[in-house]
């Protein structure tokens, strides 16, 4: 009989030739659709032939990684908004079947239903948050303070042990949040509402705002609420900002509110408190002349001293000061008193006869930076807001630079490092406020006399009234170190809090430990340089 399967078996092997022929077919149209095609842009120049070095393979990394990058944020910006766009529906899909199911009980489905449209909720998360009004707080330890940032440092008043005053945000969720922020801001600027009260017919207002001419920002997370964020934009040597205010209640971004601040006929009064101290106000001057003077030129310097010692000296400083700038824009107080900051602060205040004016509380021994001055002025409004900065306060710096014969001029000590200093968030003396406000407030309890109290008081009224407190660190803000007497005339508070105030002022927590441990330090170098040396002599 022939055998039938033996064609069966041809037509078998055939079909298997087949299908791997197909197979492999596939296999090279896959891999031709994943090489990715040349790019002539990443081509770096340099002779015909010549192998490619280490550069090349470097540029070809950053490019890739900053399109992986765009990529992340561009999908990540899509799945926020599908989140939203799904938590509508959920939302509207309950309210629905809560209706269905109370059928019978008039109201009681309108009373759930009340959040129920996600947008009118999100917007009643903005109704509790500190952005419109002031919220009443019961002591100075319930407000929650600010972050501040530029576009590459964080600064931050909670450390630990391993965070440091300044930072760049190396955490990815950290950069990737403050960089959807600025992009959202800049979409808001350049692209406005109507409602944002930007005319077309005024031409540098429409003008185009990059991530270039962001200065600084604001942010703070209060878990019941969400993150305000408050971000200021300005054109290269322009005195004109824009101000937008972003909200973010543990969902998408919402713009709050875009506006121009012009910050070109805001004066500032600083107003200093002095007894003594005539060499510390000549350095004081010289960062005055330079900052305010030299390049500001919109400033007023109340100075109220009080007692005789050292006024002549202090009288000759302003003088000599005033002849060669030409400024004449300052007013010397003499007091026969006893020195109270609260006093002469008060003072200083009323001592002002030209209407309103925003006020910065200052002492001798603070150096600030010209960016300081615009910060000043962003962060108050009258009858709206004040700002109570956090200083950088600096160690000693016979500890700081004892390491070196001579320690580095202040210029070179104003630096945001650990062993360097630390944010001052339990003093609150140094304030940008209008005049209006402090008045209006009932200004300092001036029967505390002598060292500290009376700021906390002032702090304490704003935070009991409908005015928003600004809570934040600063860059552009030292306080110089200075050694600190603790008078036997305080009463027991005032001077467990000057004693705070000094231990904290000295050095780091790691300084302070070398200091402690000097002895054994000493005793652990002695040996090993005698170990060593009987190993030589060996």
């Avoid at 449209?117 to 919220?135: C, F």
């Avoid at 390049?295 to 000296?313: A, I, N």
């Avoid at 960016?371 to 962060?379: G, I, K, S």
């Avoid at 650990?418 to 968030?425: E, V």
Wanted: hydrophobic share 35%; with cysteine.
């Amino acid at each position: 009989m022939p055998r039938r399967g033996l064609p069966l078996q041809g037509r078998v092997r055939w079909l298997f030739l087949g299908l791997f022929l197909l197979l492999v077919l596939l296999l090279f149209a896959y891999l031709l659709e994943c090489t990715p095609p040349a790019d002539v842009s990443l081509i770096l120049p340099g002779p015909v032939g010549e192998p490619y070095g280490k550069e090349y393979y470097q540029a070809l990394l950053q490019e890739q990684e900053e399109r992986h990058l765009n990529r992340a944020a561009s999908l990540k910006r899509q799945i926020a908004q599908l989140k939203q766009e799904l938590q509508e529906m959920s939302e509207k899909l309950k309210v629905l079947q809560e209706k269905k199911e109370l059928p019978g009980v008039p109201g009681l489905a309108d009373k759930d239903q009340e959040p129920g449209d996600l947008l009118e909720y999100l917007h009643s998360q903005i109704d509790k948050a500190e952005v419109n009004t002031g919220a009443r707080l019961p002591s100075e330890y319930a407000l929650v303070p600010f972050e501040s940032f530029t576009s590459s440092k964080v600064y931050q008043l909670e450390m630990g042990l391993t965070r440091h005053p300044e930072e760049k945000p190396v955490r990815k969720d950290r950069r990737d949040e403050l960089v959807e922020v600025i992009e959202a801001a800049l979409d808001i600027i350049n692209n406005p509402d109507e409602e944002d009260g930007v005319e077309d017919d005024v031409p540098m207002q429409r003008q185009t705002y990059t991530d270039g001419h962001f200065t600084e920002g604001l942010y703070r997370t209060e878990r019941d609420k969400g993150t305000l964020y408050e971000l200021f934009f300005a054109k290269e040597d322009s005195s004109s900002f824009r101000h937008v205010t972003l909200f973010r209640p543990f969902g998408p971004l919402m713009k709050v509110r875009s506006t121009s601040v012009e910050t070109s006929g805001m004066i500032i009064n600083i107003i200093v408190p002095l007894a003594g101290r005539a060499e510390t106000f000549s350095q004081f001057l010289q960062n005055f002349r330079e900052v305010c003077i030299q390049h500001d030129r919109r400033v007023h310097l109340t100075v109220v001293y009080f007692g005789q010692e050292g006024l002549q000296e202090v009288t000759s400083s302003l003088e000599k000061m005033s002849r060669e700038e030409s400024f004449s824009n300052y007013t010397l107080i003499p007091v026969d008193e006893e020195f109270s900051r609260g006093r002469g602060l008060d003072i200083g205040a009323h001592a002002w006869k030209k209407g309103d004016v925003l006020m910065f509380f200052c002492d001798v021994d603070i150096h600030f930076t010209l960016e300081f001055l615009n910060t000043c002025r962003l962060h108050a409004a009258p009858n709206k807001k004040v700002f109570y900065p956090v200083v950088f306060s600096l160690y000693n710096p016979a500890i700081v630079y004892g390491n070196l014969e001579l320690a580095p001029p202040v210029e070179l000590q104003l630096i945001h490092k650990k062993d360097a200093g630390f944010w001052r968030d339990f003093g609150f003396g140094m304030t940008c406020q209008y005049r209006s406000d402090f008045l209006n407030i009932g200004g300092f309890d001036l029967e505390v006399k002598g060292w500290g109290v009376e700021d906390v008081h002032l702090y304490r009224k704003y935070l009991r009234s409908d005015v928003i407190v600004i809570r934040t660190p600063v860059s552009g803000l030292f306080h110089l170190w200075h050694e600190k007497q603790c008078a036997d005339e305080l009463t027991p508070e005032q001077y467990r809090m000057c004693i705070q105030s000094k231990a904290m002022n000295e050095a780091s927590h790691s300084h302070l430990g070398m200091l402690v441990f000097r002895e054994e330090i000493e005793a652990h170098l002695r040996k090993q340089a005698f170990k060593t040396q009987s190993k030589t002599e060996d």
